[in-house]
Each structure stands twice: as C-alpha cells, then as structure tokens.
C-alpha cells in the first residue's frame, strides 16, 4: 500500500512516519513529486483544510493521499491563532514569528489563564475512501521558549501533566501524546482495518 504525504514540511513528515509504523505501507511524499501543485489552505476549519488537500493532491497523483490541518487554540485569546496557525505572524513567517506574537500577546496574563489545546485532523482520501482522524492535546502556554525539539509553537506548549515543553521531549515521547500522533494512531487503526477488507 502506498501513501502520500500531502506536504514539503520536513517535521511533519518525520513525525508522521515515525507514528505510522507499517513494513506493509509506502510512505512518500510531495517531496517525491516536485510537480505536484502546492494547495492552497483557505478553509475555515481543519477539517476542510485537511480534506481539501488530501482530495486534491490525490486527484493530481492518483495516490492516496493522507493530509493533515493542525490548530493552536488559546483560551484567553477566543481559540485563536486556530486554522492561521501557522502564518498567524504574517504570510512568510517563521515558527518563532509566531512564538514571538504569542508571547507579546499573552504578556502579563497568569499561567491560570493560559490554557490551549492543539488540535489536529487527518484526512485519508483515494479510490471510493474518505477518512478522518482528530487528536486533542491539552496545555498551557508557558511564558518563554524553552527546548529545541518539536517545532512551531512546541517550544511554548506544556502538556497537562507534564513539566516540560512538546519540544523538550524526544520524538517517540512527543508522538505518544502529541495531537498529531494521537491522530495518527487513530488513523493507523483505520488503515489497519482497510487493508484487512482489501
């Protein structure tokens, strides 16, 4: 079975093929196929995101296509930065542009206010097959960077329950609470169960 990762970031393909272990499953990437057209992401949900370009890369590759959308919610900030995540800084920004104005906009609120969530939805999509996974993680944002794991806004997350930040962790630790690797797994499951059917 061959999957195809519908992005060029080289994090989020690292972490996603370290959570979907399979010796049965190809995974590639648009890496592999520099002519695949970049999709642009207007949607106003994860969930339409995701699907949007697992649906489009699939119809230009023919492969299926696994995508994912992920969202930062902050509490004290009504859920944003959600769905503009990562270009919440501006269109060309880096990570820390984005833990920089999160850091700014939080200054001066107490850690009790500071609660978030990390969300991410995973589509699946290719011949008659539509799949969709959600993982949730829950958190506070910290009041400075701290750790050079992860990426995006890992740096100032810290999971309930934990005294380190997402990007304090190694990979394997990260990918077993992680939204994203909650996701995933979830969507191992599926996968495991179409293969079964085929």
């Known amino acids: 079975m061959k999957i195809l990762l519908a992005t060029h970031n080289k994090n989020k393909i690292k972490e996603i093929k370290a959570a979907l272990k399979d010796p049965e499953i190809e995974i590639l ?39 994912d959308d992920t969202g930062l919610e902050v509490e004290y900030l009504n859920g944003e930065p ?19 104005k999160m850091l700014r906009e939080l200054n001066g609120v107490g850690i009790d206010k500071r609660n978030a969530v990390f969300r991410c939805v995973i589509t699946l999509f290719g011949e ?14 910290i009041e400075k960077l701290s750790g050079n794991q992860g990426f995006g806004y890992d740096p100032i997350f810290q999971p309930d ?22 996701a995933v ?11 079964k059917d085929t």
């Open 29 to 67: 990437s648009m890496d592999d196929f520099p002519d695949l057209p970049d999709v642009i992401e207007d949607g106003d949900t994860l969930e339409h995101n995701s699907l949007k370009k697992a649906k489009e890369i699939y119809q230009y590759s023919g492969i299926t296509t696994l995508a």
């Open 82 to 100: 959600g769905v503009f995540s990562a270009r919440w800084a501006g269109e060309d920004c880096s990570y820390e542009d984005n833990n920089r």
């Open 128 to 141: 008659n097959l539509h799949k969709t996974t959600e993982g949730v993680l829950k958190g506070k944002i």
């Open 161 to 182: 329950g934990y005294d380190t930040t997402l990007a304090e962790m190694s990979l394997d630790d990260k990918n077993r609470i992680s939204h994203r690797g909650l």
């Open 185 to 195: 797994k979830a969507m191992a499951e599926v996968i495991c169960r179409i293969k």
